[in-house]
């Protein structure tokens, strides 16, 4: 079974410019998690989707992150303008259902904000 | 204080060695989750727990529901099990989202 992709892998970026991450869950999983991992810390859920509907999305900075799942399969999580506190790890994740069966994350993109 | 504690944050041991990671969480939870993160970032699931014990090959993950805390263990430890380990809970009232730890780097040293 594929696992959860994301592209890129990392990313650099000057401060104020945009950028934009792509995830595609494993098939047929319904919810899709994007988290922000810091260095030195645990994952922060930014925004779950269940099929192309947004469950739950209050830790996300909504002036200048945004995300969507128009067809309910893959996502894109956009910053702009980004800021130098947004350098971190974007990992995304999906499950089969909202009690994370299959529960499983993708390998991250890695931003880095100069 | 941070809803979800693990200890300790730093671990290093001796190959075959016997290694617990503990985690505490204040919350009501459904549901308790130890992951394993590699210097990649790839975050692997381990266990999802709601009650009693898990084990899956040399690792094994028990809960107190009672005394809100989980341990992870790794039974003869060896270098490939160097990696962040995270605990992470679903609470009861926070509908299916996660609370994560901040981790326990271990090293296995040979």
């Known amino acids: 079974e594929a696992g959860v992709a994301q592209s890129p892998r990392y990313k650099i970026i000057e401060k104020r410019q945009s950028v934009a991450f792509w995830c595609n869950p494993i098939s047929g999983h319904a919810t899709l998690y994007w988290y922000q991992q810091i260095l030195g810390q645990g994952p922060k859920l930014l925004i779950q989707?269940?099929?192309?509907?947004?469950?739950?999305d209050s830790q996300l900075p909504k002036d200048r992150f945004s995300a969507e799942r128009l067809k309910g399969v893959d996502s894109t999580l956009k910053i702009q303008p980004a800021k130098l506190e947004d350098s971190a790890v974007y990992l995304c994740?999906?499950?089969?259902?909202?009690?994370?069966?299959?529960?499983?994350f993708g390998s991250g993109t890695r931003l880095t904000v100069v | 204080k941070n809803e979800v504690e693990q200890s300790p944050q730093n671990l290093t041991a001796q190959e075959g060695e016997f290694i617990t990671i503990n985690c505490s969480y204040s919350?009501?939870?459904?549901?308790l989750h130890w992951l394993q993160q590699h210097p990649g970032g790839g975050i692997v699931s381990l266990f999802m727990?709601?009650?009693g014990k898990k084990k899956h090959g040399r690792l094994i993950a028990t809960i107190n529901i009672q005394e809100k805390h989980s341990s992870l263990h790794i039974t003869a430890s060896h270098p490939r099990d160097s990696a962040v380990y995270i605990c992470a809970v679903r609470g009861e009232t926070s509908g299916s989202r996660l609370t994560f730890g901040e981790g326990t780097q271990l090293t296995v040293n040979p």
């Open positions: 989707f269940q099929n192309n509907g947004v469950v739950d």
């Open positions: 994740a999906s499950s089969q259902d909202r009690t994370f069966y299959g529960y499983t």
């Open positions: 727990l709601s009650s």
């Open positions: 919350v009501g939870i459904s549901a």
